[in-house]
């Protein structure tokens, strides 16, 4: 029988996950548990880093961006002798399941802690939006307002100017942000990782658009795709318009969590810890079609895709 969980959150931070370790804390407190936070994802689990957590540590948390657990990249959770050794934390604190807040790199760690013994149950936090089993992950709603307010001021300045805008959105490998991001902020041109879409191509419809009277224009391109800078000077090279290069970055994943996000996030930490107690582990929580769901998390690794929202690149189409 479960009596103490643990809770951590991993990878990159997102608006939200404090409203989900509140959800949690609070949930299994309620049910009689007791709550061990891990500060700093895996690291911390490795080295030991954990605090008794009461509903006092969590109060005037859900209105606040980052984690309050803290967070880390910790490649090195890949080794086995490193999971070992954070195993071993856990059942010296005798804490029995363990509830893990990230990304899909994070459920790669609780898929792996899972099949060593330790009951763990996976909650999607990432502002990516590109884990596989839920429509959306925790900070994904708030990332998108912060995005599309950045690509309003840009509309404001390159209009003036009658320049053209690169805006590079984060997303890692996945377009949801760049694409949702472009029909709310109505940017002319779309470059996604999901969809072959060269500079020449592009180039052609900038062509079009100035010819058709466009005198401004805000390309949304995610990440990693192309270097933002270069891909300017290239345009203007080809078009001389005045074409400038800005990179969103780190203030994407910052600030204050959406309302949806922190229902969300409450909805899905209080389902983890029931999940729980009904005898699940090696879980991932989503939410599909407004309802809560968990699968396997070997599945959703292996198995299960995002699908790529290819009725919303056609409306953004549409748009133009
Ligand atoms: N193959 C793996 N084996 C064991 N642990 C892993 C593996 N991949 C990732 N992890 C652990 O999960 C952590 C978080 O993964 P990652 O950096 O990919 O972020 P994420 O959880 O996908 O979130 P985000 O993409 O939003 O930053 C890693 O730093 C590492 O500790
Ligand atoms: O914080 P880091 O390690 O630089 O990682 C940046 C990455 O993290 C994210 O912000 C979240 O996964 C991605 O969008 C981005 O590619
Ligand atoms: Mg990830």
Redo the contacts with the bound molecule.
């Keep these: 029988m479960i009596k103490i969980i643990g809770i951590l959150t991993?990878?990159?931070d997102?608006p939200g996950m404090n409203a989900a370790i509140r959800a949690v804390t609070h949930t299994a407190l309620n049910k009689g548990l007791n709550v061990i936070g891990i500060q700093d994802?895996?690291?911390g689990l490795f080295k030991n880093r954990m605090i008794q957590l009461q509903k006092s540590n969590v109060s005037n948390i859900i209105n606040r961006g980052g984690t309050l657990l803290g967070s880390?990249?910790?490649?090195e959770?890949?080794q086995k002798d490193i999971r070992l050794t954070s195993i071993k934390n856990l059942y010296q604190r005798k804490i029995d399941a363990l509830i893990i807040i990230?990304?899909?790199?994070?459920?790669?760690?609780a898929k792996?802690l899972t099949n060593m013994g330790l009951p763990c149950i996976g909650i999607p936090g990432?502002?990516?939006n590109?884990v596989a089993g839920t429509d959306y992950s925790i900070g994904y709603f708030t990332a998108l307002e912060t995005i599309v307010e950045a690509i309003d001021r840009l509309q404001d300045t390159s209009a003036s100017h009658k320049r053209i805008s690169i805006v590079e959105i984060m997303g890692?490998y996945c377009g949801d942000l760049t694409l949702a991001a472009s029909i709310a902020g109505g940017c002319e041109f779309i470059i996604l990782p999901e969809i072959t879409y060269t500079k020449e191509n592009l180039l052609i419809d900038i062509k079009k658009s100035i010819k058709n009277g466009k005198n401004h224009a805000v390309i949304a391109i995610t990440e990693h795709l192309y270097d933002v800078k270069k891909l300017a000077r290239y345009i203007q090279e080809k078009t001389k318009r005045e074409t400038r290069a800005t990179t969103l970055g780190y203030i994407q994943r910052g600030g204050t969590p959406v309302v949806y996000d922190r229902i969300l996030a409450s909805r899905m930490g209080s389902y983890a810890v029931k999940l729980l107690l009904e005898g699940y582990q090696g879980r991932c929580v989503g939410i599909i079609n407004e309802v809560l769901v968990h699968h396997d998390i070997n599945n959703a690794l292996k198995y299960m895709k995002k699908p790529f929202k290819s009725d919303w690149l056609v409306t953004a189409k549409n748009l133009y």
Excluded at 102 to 109: A, E, F, K, L, V
């Design positions: 991993s990878g990159g997102a994802g895996f690291l880390a990249r910790f490649p959770f890949s990230g990304g899909d790199g994070s459920y790669i760690g792996y990432t502002i990516d590109d890692r």
